[in-house]
Structure formats: structure tokens, C-alpha cells
């Protein structure tokens, strides 16, 4: 696996390290992809919650979310050819597929990836950070997109249009860190009437927020949206990897 050092450090949010945040994908040819695992387990998130799922977790991020369970991808990868992460996964016979990250959509190959489980008849999955433009996914994949909440440290890179280009088939969920980030995450629903337009979904951030608060700020608030749990956290140790 390859490995490039990230100076900034897992929680820094410095635009001066972008750069190389992203210097991994640069010794990416066209075809080939930089993939951190490929592994089968149950989804422990999103309304598809306690189902077999292939997971496609891509290498490198441009966030730094302060509360990020995945630091370990921002920089470690090994370069496949895209046909060979299509064979692999095909090769779990899972109707289910999430690529996840890291931030897959920071990867070209990532869109004819999706293409391709899709016309083998697979349900699709991607998750993403929600700083970046969804409209080029093929429309049969079902997005479960990020918005960023104060406390994440990343709030100024949610890219608003997405809301505009996502399907009522899309998720859009909110990771809570504190009764401010529930705040803006009420104001935010009600602003842009998301309820009525899409699933979207609230989960506390593990070990900041309790979830018998956030049942209470959820219930409190007379929204009609739905709290999850990262399920994979409560079945195994919770920074176990490849679950």
C-alpha cells in the first residue's frame, strides 16, 4: 500500500495543505483508481441500514472533519485499474455497493465505476462529503451526501447547488457534535424545505453527542426526519477497520 505523509495531521483544516492533500491522486493513469479496501460487510448507515453491502472505500480527502472515523484513507492506497475494483466487487455477488472514502467523487474513474455496478444490476451507493458537484453520477445511483455542520470544522465547503441536483431518491445526512450543530441543522432542513424533498437523516457524532439527546433535540423540534446510528460502531469496537 502506498503511503503519503500528511503534515497538516487528520483534524487540521488548512487551505494552504490542499495541495498536498491531494498529491497522492497524482500518480493516478487514466483507468486506474487509488483504493484504500475493498471489503464486504453489513451498512451500518442510511436507509439501507443492516444490509450485506460491498464497500469501495477510495483513498484521499479534501476535508478534515474534526470527528472523522476515517483518517487512515486520507492517504494510504493502492492503485488499481478499474476493471480489476469491478471484477473484485462483482466478485462478492452483493446486490448492494457504496463507494465511500476518503471522497470518492475527487477521483474521475469513481463516475463510470458507479456506470458499470449499475448496468450489472447492482443498487449503488455513494457517499460523499457534499463539497463537491453531483450532477455528473449516474442518476440510478442513490447519493448519501454530507451536509457539513459548524462543529465538523468544514461547514464553509458544502456546495449548496447540489441541493438542487439531487434526486428524491438521494439522502442527505447530518453527523451532530453539538446542540449547535442541531440548531443549524433544524434551521437548515426548514430553509430549504429538505424534509419534503428528500430522506434525510441525523446521527450523533460518536462520543460527542449522546443519542438519547439527540432523540430528544429530534423530538423536541417537530421534524419529520429520521435519527440513525452507525450501526457498525455498536457491533464491533468502534475504531475496528474493514467493517
Known sequence: ????????????????????????????QPGELLVHEIYRSIQGESTFAGLPCVFVRTAVCDLRCAWCDTPHAFNRGERVPRAEVLRQVLAFDCPLVELTGGE????????????????????????????????????????????????????????????????????IKFVIASRRDWDWTVDTVRTHRLAGRFTCLVSASFGDVTPVHLVEWLLASGLNIRMQLQMHKYIWDPAARGV
Not at 2 to 22: I, K, Q
Open 1 to 28: 500500500m502506498t503511503f503519503c505523509p500528511d503534515p497538516d495531521g487528520p483534524l487540521m483544516t488548512s487551505p494552504l495543505s490542499l495541495e498536498t492533500r491531494l498529491a497522492p491522486l497524482r500518480v493516478l
Open 104 to 171: 470518492p467523487l475527487l477521483q474521475p474513474e469513481v463516475l463510470p465505476l458507479m456506470t458499470e455496478l449499475c448496468d450489472a444490476g447492482k443498487t449503488v451507493l455513494l457517499e460523499t462529503s457534499g463539497a463537491h458537484d453531483v450532477g455528473p453520477v449516474d442518476p440510478r445511483v442513490h447519493v448519501v451526501m454530507d451536509l457539513k455542520c459548524p462543529d465538523s470544522g468544514e461547514g464553509g465547503r458544502n456546495y449548496w447547488p447540489n441541493l438542487d441536483r439531487l434526486k428524491p431518491t438521494d439522502q
